[in-house]
């Protein structure tokens, strides 16, 4: 009995501890909150166009490298020159999707990408409508420039 009760003790002393200091693993995460982040091009350049014309529709690639889905809206920011105005985007080129609205007027949704750190790629199309245009344009031929932002919210 004795011997019984000195294994017993000894059992306990030596195997109990690491028993119970293996009992508890720690689990640790990074989380994220929302986040918007898109990619957009540097610049787009247009074309050639006169007053009374339509320019040729252009693709502009959009990058979602956020962590949720996204409204894009493309607004005219600072100093620009009236003909800017006449900017207009397509989330498509044809079928139900082909409608171009003014700058300021369009919005693409956009999905979140399918995993954390990888991306959602889309596309729109753009151009400047000048058949209406009743501004005033510089004489010659100048290059206009103006700054488009690419308003990304929550959606």
């Not at 689990?27 to 610049?43: H, K, Q």
């Not at 502009?60 to 956020?66: E, M, Q, R």
């Amino acid at each position: 009995m004795r011997n019984k009760l000195f294994y017993s003790a000894l059992f306990l002393l030596f195997f109990m501890p690491f028993a119970l200091a293996g009992d508890i693993t720690v689990f640790e995460a990074t989380v994220y909150g929302s986040v918007v982040s898109v990619e957009v091009p540097d610049i787009i350049y247009l074309g050639n166009i006169s007053s009374g014309f339509v320019g040729e529709e252009k693709r502009v690639d959009i990058v979602n490298t956020g962590t949720t889905d996204i409204i894009i809206t493309p607004i005219l920011i600072g100093d620009h020159d009236p003909i800017f105005e006449k900017l207009y985007f397509s989330k498509r080129l044809s079928g139900v999707d082909y409608s171009f609205r003014q700058v300021g007027n369009f919005s693409l949704n956009m999905s979140k990408p399918s995993r954390l750190g990888g991306t959602n790629n889309d596309y729109f199309y753009t151009r400047m409508d000048l058949s209406d245009y009743t501004g005033s344009v510089p004489s010659g031929v100048s290059t206009l420039r103006a700054n488009v932002k690419f308003v990304a919210t929550s959606g």
